[in-house]
């Protein structure tokens, strides 16, 4: 296998913002966010794409982007969430990987052209990242 990003963040010898390190599953903000709080969601197992993940990782998957979609909605007040997984096509890391977005209503984003909104400095991206993080901990 070639070398993979988040195979190597998971791994220890890439840095990253992680939010998330449980035994199936880590999560950590996205470097190219739509909005602060946009994290991405993976199995710690290297598969590809949603039909290459085993059976048994589904649940811990899912259930755990159903609790990070209320620790994003929470840590950053929004009002909602989208939750998306890109198979192959727009996929920039071959690793499954979930997106969480925090969504506010009004905030632009119209069908699938979406512009990024980056965080305004390191200080708000870590602060974003401690956040969710609390917030996890009463989901």
């Known amino acids: 296998m070639e070398s993979c990003r988040f195979c190597e963040i998971i791994a ?5 913002d992680v ?3 449980e035994e199936h ?5 996205d470097v190219r966010p739509l909005f602060p709080g946009h ?6 197992r290297h598969v590809e794409t949603l039909e290459d993940l085993p059976d048994g990782l589904l649940g811990p998957l899912l259930g755990t982007a159903r609790r990070l979609s ?6 950053v007040d929004a ?17 499954l990987h979930i997106h969480i977005v925090p969504r ?14 980056d965080y305004d400095d390191e200080v708000h991206r870590k ?10 901990e009463s989901v």
């Open 12 to 16: 220890g010898r890439h840095d990253a």
């Open 19 to 21: 939010v998330l390190d």
């Open 25 to 29: 599953t880590v999560a950590l903000l």
């Open 39 to 44: 994290t991405l969601l993976m199995p710690r």
């Open 70 to 75: 209320v620790a994003v909605r929470t840590a």
């Open 79 to 95: 009002d909602g969430t989208f939750v998306a997984i890109n198979n192959k096509v727009s996929q920039s890391v071959p690793h």
């Open 104 to 117: 506010r209503r009004h905030d632009g984003l119209r069908g699938f052209f979406w512009p990024r909104h």
């Open 127 to 136: 602060r974003t990242a401690v956040a969710i993080k609390r917030a996890l």
